[in-house]
């Protein structure tokens, strides 16, 4: 994908564009859509001090100061997801009725007919990137961690046949450049490039390869689903390193994660029971690891003890990495935690209305599974925002009431203590602040 300043690459994807086949109107008008695109990315804001959210099924963006609140995508908006620069959002559409964008506790909409469109920070027109088809549903679209590649799934509307997953560039409009990874069971993932895809198939196979083409096999034994619950396997592609993460079955029910060395061999990384979801650190160094029981911070190393662990009742609890690592911010049905893995410490931050810490929910059966999208930390690990209804509570204090309305928008510093500003009144729901690889967060189930 082209990137701002690149003039030169631009003319000659310009060039080469109007001399493929014609095809080669729509090739021609993709290029002019994505140069569009790229042109209007060139101007965003430096830093990712911008974030979004939704509101009325609508994608807006401000300023983390509550200024320069502007709408950049229309009706129907149930999710989005920011690209790894910043500069652009991937935005899903839900037609027809009886699909709404999730509540300010919700991290997650169902799967609905619908489409994926990428636009720009600055505003202009979308460019639709898959094919209109009324007999589909689709969920939600993530990037890779270059920003040059999407996946997303879709499934016939009678919810009769297997997921089907694909990968799309975001500046090729109606899914003409779209690949399907028809081998993949279970959500797959992609390199940092983009060029290759790993997935796990129904015999529990662990594929690699060039999307669209026929996938490898480079080891067998996986689990495609968690035994004991209805989630799906995540597949992790470790940051910063050639290796998949996979689960394969062990004595008594446990799972072992099983890390598979692409240039090598393989070594398991521990041995959990009630295994729920894992995830890297954003510097792929250690791995953490939410079991029935909670939280366990490991390093890759089987034999060695946990870094830290804590207690976390709420099967459906989200983790999300500070940029820089140091800490995680956790949602679960009591409201948000900090943890602070260099003090190894938990702080309750805020308390949701009715909510009781240390409440516990059984981990509800959801039908539609995807990686966490947008971060809620701040680029320098500083700051959060966060979407609350009236009557919660921030380390004990009632949070600033909306100026109207049950639902505020609040940006918070969560390390010197200070009360969270009140940016917006206006029942803004999933707010987002920037990029998370795949690898790096939860499944979220809708």
């Known amino acids: 994908m082209a990137t701002c300043g690149d003039t030169r690459r631009v003319r000659l994807l310009g060039r080469a564009r109007r001399r493929v086949n014609a095809p080669g109107a729509l090739a021609c008008l993709a290029g002019l859509t994505a140069l569009c695109i790229i042109l209007a990315g060139c101007a965003a804001s430096a830093g990712g001090q911008d974030v979004a959210f939704l509101r009325g099924g609508q994608l807006w963006v401000m300023h983390a100061d509550g200024s320069g609140a502007r709408q950049l995508a229309g009706s129907g ?221 490991r390093a890759l190393d089987a034999n060695a003890p946990p870094l830290f662990s804590w207690r976390e009742p709420d099967a459906d609890a989200l983790a999300w990495w500070s940029p820089d690592g140091s800490a995680l911010l956790v949602r679960d049905t009591s409201g948000l935690k900090l943890v602070d893995v260099g003090q190894r410490t938990v702080t309750n931050l805020l308390s949701a209305p009715g909510g009781a810490t240390g409440g516990t929910t059984s981990g509800a059966a959801h039908a539609f599974w995807s990686p966490a999208s947008g971060s809620p930390w701040s680029a320098d690990s500083t700051r959060i925002v966060f979407a609350s209804d009236a009557g919660a509570t921030w380390r004990g204090s009632p949070l600033a009431k909306p100026a109207h309305g049950n639902t505020g928008l609040y940006v918070a510093s969560v390390r010197d203590g200070a009360a969270p500003a009140l940016v917006d009144s206006n029942a803004d729901t999933a707010p987002s602040w920037g990029y998370l690889d795949p690898s790096t967060v939860f499944l979220a189930g809708a």
């Open 77 to 297: 908006v149930v999710s989005f997801a920011w690209s790894p620069d910043h500069h652009q959002l991937v935005v899903r559409r839900a037609s027809g009725s009886g699909t709404s964008a999730p509540t300010a506790g919700s991290p997650a909409a169902p799967d609905a007919p619908g489409n994926l469109v990428a636009v720009s920070i600055n505003g202009g027109s979308g460019l639709q990137i898959t094919p209109d088809d009324a007999s589909v549903t689709r969920g939600d679209a993530w990037w890779n961690a270059q920003g040059n590649r999407l996946l997303y799934r879709e499934r016939d509307t009678a919810g009769q046949g297997p997921f089907l997953y694909f990968s799309s560039q975001s500046d090729q409009p109606v899914g003409i450049a779209r690949k399907p990874l028809s081998q993949a069971a279970s959500i797959p993932v992609l390199s940092t490039d983009g060029a290759r895809v790993a997935a796990l198939d129904d015999a529990g196979n662990v594929l690699l390869g060039e999307p669209g083409k026929p996938l490898d096999i480079v080891a067998s034994g996986a689990l495609p689903a968690l035994p004991g619950t209805k989630r799906p396997a995540h597949l992790l592609w470790q940051p910063h390193a050639e290796a998949l993460v996979y689960p394969v079955a062990a004595s008594g029910g446990q799972v072992t994660l099983t890390r598979k060395d692409l240039r090598g061999g393989t070594r398991a990384l521990g041995t959990f029971t009630g295994l729920l979801d894992a995830a890297f650190t954003p510097d792929g160094a250690k791995l953490l690891v939410h079991t029935s029981d909670g939280f366990v911070l």
